[in-house]
T-cell receptor, first 114, second 113 residues
Framework: NAGVTQTPKFQVLKTGQSMTLQCAQD?????MYWYRQDPGMGLRLIYY???????DKGEVPNGYNVSRLNKREFSLRLESAAPSQTSVYFC?????????????FGQGTRLTVV | GENVEQHPSTLSVQEGDSAVIKCTYS??????FPWYKQELGKRPQLIID?????GEKKDQRIAVTLNKTAKHFSLHITETQPEDSAVYFC????????????FGGGTRLMVKP
C-alpha cells in the first residue's frame, strides 16, 4: 500500500515549456487535490476533483489544467511554465463517502522554472 | 469561500515548555478542523483533528480546542521536545465531500534544547 505517489520528485523547466505532474493513489479515495506551497507560505489549492469525472477550480487555478484520468489518477498540467510557478506541488486525497476525514499527501514535486 | 488565519507565524520555545498556535476561520458552515505537521522537506501529516460536535480533543502531549461561536481553534503542545520542531498547519473544511481543505499560513515551531 503506497498511499499517494507523485512523479517526478524534482523538475527544472525553462520558461514556456510544458509538463505534467502525475499523481496516483491506491486507497480507493474519491476526492483528490492539487496544492502548491511557496516558501514561508501555506498550502494553496489549485484544483480538486470531488469524484471521478469531475474537476473544480481552487484558489489559484490560473496557468494550470487538470485531468481526473480515473479514480486512482489525477494529473496537473502546466501548458506554458512561468517563473511564478516555481513551487513545491502536493497532491492529496480523501476517502470515499466521508466528507470530513484525513487528507493523505504525496511526497511533493519540487518545480523550478528558470 | 473559507478563509483561515493562523498565528503566530514563528514560535520559539524552550524544551519542556508549552506551545500554543491559534487559528480563526470565516465560514460558519465549516465543521472539520485538522492540524498537520510538516517536517523539513517532507509531506504534511495529520497529527490531530476535531469535529464541530466537540469542544476539545487530546492525544498524549497534544490537544486541540474549538470555539464555534467565536470561530477559532487552537493547538496546544505540552512538554515540548526538539522533535516537535516543524511547521504546523491548521485547516478548515465544510461538510460535503469534495469541499476542500483551506489551510492557514503555517507556524514554524522551534524547540530549543
Amino acid at each position: 500500500n503506497a498511499g499517494v505517489t507523485q512523479t517526478p520528485k524534482f523538475q527544472v523547466l525553462k520558461t514556456g515549456q510544458s509538463m505534467t505532474l502525475q499523481c496516483a493513489q491506491d486507497m480507493n479515495h474519491n476526492s483528490m487535490y492539487w496544492y502548491r506551497q511557496d516558501p514561508g507560505m501555506g498550502l494553496r489549492l489549485i484544483y480538486y476533483s470531488a469524484s471521478e469525472g469531475t474537476t473544480d477550480k481552487g484558489e489559484v487555478p490560473n496557468g494550470y489544467n487538470v485531468s481526473r484520468l480515473n479514480k486512482r489518477e489525477f494529473s496537473l498540467r502546466l501548458e506554458s511554465a512561468a517563473p511564478s510557478q516555481t513551487s513545491v506541488y502536493f497532491c492529496a486525497s480523501t476517502p470515499a463517502g466521508q466528507a470530513n476525514t484525513e487528507a493523505f499527501f504525496g511526497q511533493g514535486t519540487r518545480l523550478t522554472v528558470v | 469561500g473559507e478563509n483561515v488565519e493562523q498565528h503566530p507565524s514563528t514560535l520559539s520555545v524552550q524544551e519542556g515548555d508549552s506551545a500554543v498556535i491559534k487559528c480563526t476561520y470565516s465560514d460558519s458552515a465549516s465543521n472539520y478542523f485538522p492540524w498537520y505537521k510538516q517536517e523539513l522537506g517532507k509531506r504534511p501529516q495529520l497529527i490531530i483533528d476535531i469535529r464541530s460536535n466537540v469542544g476539545e480533543k487530546k492525544d498524549q502531549r497534544i490537544a486541540v480546542t474549538l470555539n464555534k461561536t467565536a470561530k477559532h481553534f487552537s493547538l496546544h503542545i505540552t512538554e515540548t521536545q526538539p522533535e516537535d520542531s516543524a511547521v504546523y498547519f491548521c485547516a478548515a473544511k465544510g461538510f460535503f465531500a469534495g469541499n476542500m481543505l483551506t489551510f492557514g499560513g503555517g507556524t514554524r515551531l522551534m524547540v530549543k534544547p
